[in-house]
């Protein structure tokens, strides 16, 4: 039973084929490739000029979305930059929108993966071209600077959203929707059987959004769940709701126009007072979870949402080894930006900095430890100076409590460079912070092996390269990390932290200077967690993260009986 | 850091390429394909003739196998012909073990999928050659009669390891080894970066075997951890140790001759009064978990083994929903070789057998329901009619458990059939019994919606085809099932059947007749397990099977920068 706007859904499939052809090829090359600009500059004019506007009259009002009968509205956002969004959301009766999602799921199922494909991948471009007015939400609810929030929270996301499409629709193929099963008998007749798979999906998904990277961190789950036939709950972070409820806008208009139920993809919100996410993880008919946040909550996902498979991106502590370097001006300038970009408040944001304290060989000489961890800060110290371009780098501090856990952790350390408040040009009230660096010793293991998330980052001293390297394989080990940094001019040394990066399964970023940045992942190319660290159990996007949204349900018959035959 | 034999274990893996290819093809078609032949006939004469004794002077013996230190002997198997095997097998130190095979890991995950490859067809195909020799090994610990479990326990479970081969080889090669990432800068040079990504196993496998299907529901997740580069410990079942021990000789032979630690692939043996499984399956270096056998422990697997990918197959209650039949003869015979084959002791066999208390629509009019449980009964009392044939069918009950419960549920329904037992024209201390058959109503829901493992059947008397159908997919949405058959010859309930398939995600079988059997399912085809009802959480052999066996893990370097440019 296809419903009746099947036909229409394919006729967008087809329309769209190039972008999933050339996804395709990306996802089996990773070599660089985005369909969705990052450059401002390659958009219409119109679509960054009204961008303003259209944010602006979003505020101070409702955002009416589709879904059952509500009962009661929800919505306190504020600006990191210190106003009020002023927004509210309708709140549904949790057992009625799971019963209307649960009802909508045959036809969504039976539509198949070209129907899906074609209304994921309109999504997507529909998106696109809201890419300016998202980067406003975005940058007022995650805290962002506006150049990152178009980026990041726009063409990024976007491409992570089509990548998961890849993804899911590369492992559907996989499965033939039919055989002749034809087994040879000896002498007699062949036994002959018509076989049928159907692609089934899980259930209900429930996306938990973050409130740092609402979009970015959501559309793989979203987007793998919608295109394997699963509907979507997507559970807003109280604090960034607006981006996650622009894009449920978006699924639920194409979805609309196609004659499917809007509410395939609905908006959850919820109050720090009154959570929902751990009633509604439980649900015996949600059958997916993804969650981005704390290890706290994603460890308590994973043990207790057992009717689902669980994806979490939790907690880590990110690492970086300094063995040795050319030029210590460019790797500190490198991690300069990584540790003020977004104020720190990436889950790839580089924390704990491991140098021997006898110091680093470099094309200038051995340089001691003390120097170098002045050089370090000098460089952030230095590339902040300019305010205007400093605000533009760091955003705004999402949460009060990343702003307390600044002031709490300068006693954990001798502070190199402290964090100062800055006013931004534009909007007086923003919360922004330069990074806080504290020089630590490898003994004090409790302070730097611990996610202290927002902009603070350690130098800690060891007793060399070699133990450098062992603390950052325990600390991954047992607190998981996204990321790991190594500078060295000794290939033995960069064998060694490859055979470590294995170990402990975290990406590697080798002697990274210039533009290229460890905190940065590419849609297409690079994997976002290993999915076997403590950070992570899944990964952004492998085949793990889809083939396990659907099975494949087989019907057989004798071929001679066979319907119509 | 490649292993001495690295480029031996390549060549194996070019040399078994073609069998590789073909597979990878079948898994992509689904159609019907077998590596390994299932007619004994197409072996030569030698292999077949000295199985008997080779089975033979195993016989009162240790059976040695690679390891650390035995710290004792196990194993007190008893054929279910009637005679004791009288084999020992080492018993190792948990932790020795489990350190020596994580010793081993890392030249086994660095040897890469071809050489992995390589070790995994060679051992396939040298267990190919032994198929008549683990043919008596199956017969005598699983109770099979000989032809089944030749096939059974041979061919089939080969090629049910080599489509995990397959599946495994596929899910690796979609991740690149490495790309170059040039990402353009405007005016500027392009940013560029040499990616690697290293396939990194989960740790070590733990696969814990059944008793009646020793090889075939322990070779796919055997030969897909090993695929993908995880040691793998094979706990045997204590009633059937010697078919795993045999195969993990083989692996190890194979292992040891390539330079290769040959614990690679251990055997764990334990008994009734000490086992072992649960230990090894919390121990954080394990992070793979397959498992056959009860809901019971299936179930304490998955909420407990939280350190690791679980995958199971549990209990079920395989259901047929008879509406109209062309033959009710035909139909008849075709279900009393499915009740017959192996006594029932098969997780695809049928158990109840829902039947419209008003009878059903035949070619020759309407039956009546008692006339069509008469039928059934009389069609297995006739298949059985041949004690020599009825012996080579039934083989024997592989546990005293099975059993007791055949004569603990006669008194849950009315007698259509009563299990007799019958003496085999070899073994006259056997212990074979034909199926039981009992009429119950639909009201019995405890009687029939239960796991009855072993030659138990029920009739089901049901208020017409939509109350049978309701009670199956309630069932087994309940209690999970891997088949559920349909007899009709009214497309419009087909279509009914098909669309409750998918709801409860079971696979279906049609009209089945002649040759075609429900409990049957074919490696390269049949998927065994959806994966998505109470009955197992994977399926045989999916890409979810797969991909949850590794990750990848990447490193990434500025291209000017990397080694050796």
Known sequence: MKPLAYATAVELFEHHRSTLDQALQAIQRREYWSPYPENPRRYPDESANGAQAAFEALLNRHFPLAGPEPVGRAGAERSPYGFDLGISYDQYDAGQLLSRMQRALPSWRDAGPQARGGVCLEILQRLNRKSFELAHAVMHTTGQAYAMAFQAGGPHSQDRGLEAVAYAWRAMQEVPG?????KPQGKQAPLALCKQWHLVPRGLSLVIACATFPTWNTYPALFASLATGNPVLV??????????????GVAQEVLGELGFDPALVSLVVDTPEAPVARRLALDPRVRLVDFTGSSAFGDWLEDNARQAQVFTEKSGVNC???DSVGSLKSVAGNLAFTLSLYSGQMCTTTQTIFVPRD????????????????VLAGAVRGFLADNERACGVLGAIQSEATLARIDECRRLGEVLLDSEAREHPQFPGARIRTPLLLRVDAADRAVYAEERFGPIAFV?????????????????????????G????????LARAEALSLDVAVA????????AFINQSAAFSDFHG???NPAANASLTDTAFVARRFVAVQSRRPAATAGGN
Do not use: C
């Open 178 to 182: 039919a055989a002749l099963w034809s």
């Open 235 to 248: 559970k807003a972070h109280p604090g960034a709701i607006l981006p996650v409820a622009m894009s449920v």
């Open 320 to 322: 970086v080894v300094i």
């Open 359 to 374: 110091g680093i060989r470099t094309a200038d000489g051995v340089i001691a430890f003390d120097e170098v961890a002045q």
């Open 460 to 484: 800690v001293a060891t007793d060399g390269t070699e133990h450098s390297l062992a603390l950052a394989g325990e600390v991954i080990a047992e607190k998981g990390a996204l990321t790991l």
């Open 486 to 493: 190594v500078y060295s001019t000794d290939e033995a040394v």
């Open 508 to 515: 590697l970023s080798i002697n990274f200077e210039g533009a």
């Open 530 to 532: 290993s999915g076997a």
